[in-house]
């Protein structure tokens, strides 16, 4: 029986996909299974430290799997796609909810994943989350502006 470790990934697309069921699953070995098993790798969680190499990533998983109670809901929108002979780039919005709260109203990571294809597919290179910046409020009275600079 072939291990979750030689799974195949045949486009960056089927990469991603497995990526996020395995976020919702909390699953470390289908997690870890997406990642170039590399001490190049990256990964920088939203609000954490850059983390580099297959070790760091996969403590990184573990300890945010290891809090386990609530699962959480990601939906990839607003994905674009740069995807190229042997290294896709995929920049898009991650929309976190859970399913503990229904109605509540999820919260928006930019992320950006980059994979690579490998002997065994293609591969997750890096990870980089930075939640969304909130909207200014509205100003009450703004000026027109008297020119334009672009």
Not at 11 to 26: I, K, L, M, V
Not at 50 to 66: E, H, M, P, Y
Not at 118 to 131: C, L, N, Q
Request: glycine share 8%.
């Amino acid at each position: 029986m072939p291990t979750r470790r030689a799974k195949l990934f045949p486009t960056p697309d089927d990469a991603e996909t497995a990526f996020y069921e395995a976020f919702e699953r909390g699953d470390l070995a289908a997690m870890m299974a997406v990642w170039a098993e590399a001490d190049s790798v990256v990964c920088v969680h939203p609000r954490g430290p850059r983390l580099v190499g297959f070790d760091a990533v996969r403590d990184s998983w573990a300890q945010i799997f290891a809090g386990g109670g609530t699962q959480l809901r990601v939906r990839a929108t607003d994905v674009r796609r740069f995807d190229g002979n042997s290294v896709a780039v995929h920049a898009l919005v991650e929309v976190l909810t859970s399913p503990a709260q229904p109605g509540a109203q999820g919260q928006s990571v930019c992320a950006t994943n980059v994979y690579e294809l490998t002997d065994g597919g293609w591969r997750m290179v890096v990870h980089h989350a930075t939640p969304m910046p909130e909207p200014e409020p509205p100003a009450e009275t703004a000026p027109a502006p008297s020119h334009t600079l672009h």
